[in-house]
């Protein structure tokens, strides 16, 4: 008999903007609230701000113009998966070293996240970030 893996899924297209980037972080949030993970949790907090840097990086240094970027939420029994592609190949994201108001998006990334990373796509390319569920402290 073959078990069957529970997993809620949201994917979305978005303009390769500012306002794009702002809805995408609030429907991941808003998603996950829905699905049982409370706005104020652990799960929430972290998966939005990752959406929030990955989309922001998508528009400001993935944007093709006339291209959107695409947002990907996964929650299974286990993990949540976030994934952002854009279309831009070449622009890899990289840890900087802080400098001004820059170079700290990655860093956050990797205290947030239990695993994150990069996939090459035609076009483009997607970042992706997985954050595991604590039986103990999520619903």
Known sequence: MKSEISTQEFA???????????????LVSLRLDEWGHPYDGRVNEAVTLISAEFA????????????????????????????VSDTRGEQLPERRVPCGEGGRGLILVEA???????APRQPGKTVWAEVRLSPATEG
């Open 56 to 83: 922001a990086n998508a528009v400001r240094h993935g944007r093709v113009p006339g291209r959107d970027f695409h947002l990907r939420l996964a929650v299974g029994d286990d993990v949540v998966r976030l994934e």
């Open 112 to 118: 947030l996240a239990d695993k994150w990373g990069v």
């Open 12 to 26: 979305m297209r978005f303009t390769s903007t500012p306002r794009g980037a702002r809805l995408a972080r609030r």
